[in-house]
């Protein structure tokens, strides 16, 4: 948590910095897109202990690499100050291990997308400091397989007719996301700007299922898609700050 705290706290104080440097653009209509890179960090402690007996390694605890993309568009007429766009994301993580020639592997997957509402502040000049929120759907899957690590088309086909010691599991779980974020945007060229900011992910509602999409229940409320993130980007169009 005290990461979390400071990394806030070190966006807050790179807007006061750089609310002095020149302005490049102010247009009365502004709009953009671009490239939206993230890192995601969800808990892992109760998955890791889950996955303990199947022996194919613990997932990190220190989150995974997201990619992503979004756009805006200012909507001044409504509210001065006012963004509003959309932007989706998705990234995984594995890992995987081979014992006597059997392969362990187990995937860890988030995506999601949604609208985005952002409200500039008014009072920092030059650079843009946005706090706001996400507000869409998303998905978390984990993927399980234990296998030899090479298959034969007429071995698979018989081995549907026997009992086969190969494992594949797929558990998926959809929800609704709301995501408060804290976003600084900095101009580097005329009709360029990147941004740093962070967020959490709350999520909310949706079932698990598993495999062909059978209901799957009996699952630890840790297990979600909850997670801090943090995210930047890189975006080209016309800025208002």
């Known amino acids: ?5 400071t990394l806030l706290i070190v966006l807050i104080l790179s807007g006061s910095f750089f609310a002095q440097s020149p302005k490049f653009f102010d247009s009365p209509f502004a709009l953009g897109g671009g490239y939206t890179p993230g890192w995601y960090v969800p808990k892992m402690d109760i998955l890791n202990s889950e996955l303990k007996n199947f022996g194919a390694g613990e997932l ?3 989150g995974f690499y997201v990619s992503g993309g979004g756009g805006f ?7 001065p100050g006012l963004r509003v766009g959309g932007m989706g994301f998705g990234g995984s993580t594995s890992e995987s291990t081979v014992i006597n020639g059997i392969s362990k592997e187990v995937k860890y997957s988030l995506s999601g997308g949604g609208l985005t509402v952002e409200y ?3 009072f920092v000049r030059d650079i843009g400091i946005s706090v706001g929120a ?6 978390l899957e984990i993927e399980m397989n ?5 298959f034969n088309w007429n071995v698979s086909m018989s081995e549907l007719n026997t ?3 190969d494992v594949n599991r797929r558990f998926a779980n959809s929800y609704w996301i709301i995501s408060p974020t804290l976003n600084i945007d900095v101009p580097v060229y005329r009709f360029v700007a990147l941004r740093l900011g962070a967020g959490y992910q709350f999520t909310f509602g949706g079932d698990w299922e598993a495999d062909n999409g059978k209901p799957l229940t009996g699952v630890p409320s840790d297990i979600s898609g909850k997670s801090f993130f943090i995210q930047s980007g890189i975006f080209i169009g016309f800025f208002s700050f």
């Open 1 to 5: 948590m005290k990461i979390y705290l």
């Open 60 to 62: 990190s605890s220190n």
């Open 73 to 79: 568009v200012y909507l001044p007429f409504v509210i």
């Open 120 to 122: 500039t502040l008014p």
């Open 134 to 139: 996400i507000i869409g759907g998303g998905s």
């Open 146 to 150: 234990k296998n030899s690590g090479s």
């Open 163 to 165: 009992s086969s010691t």
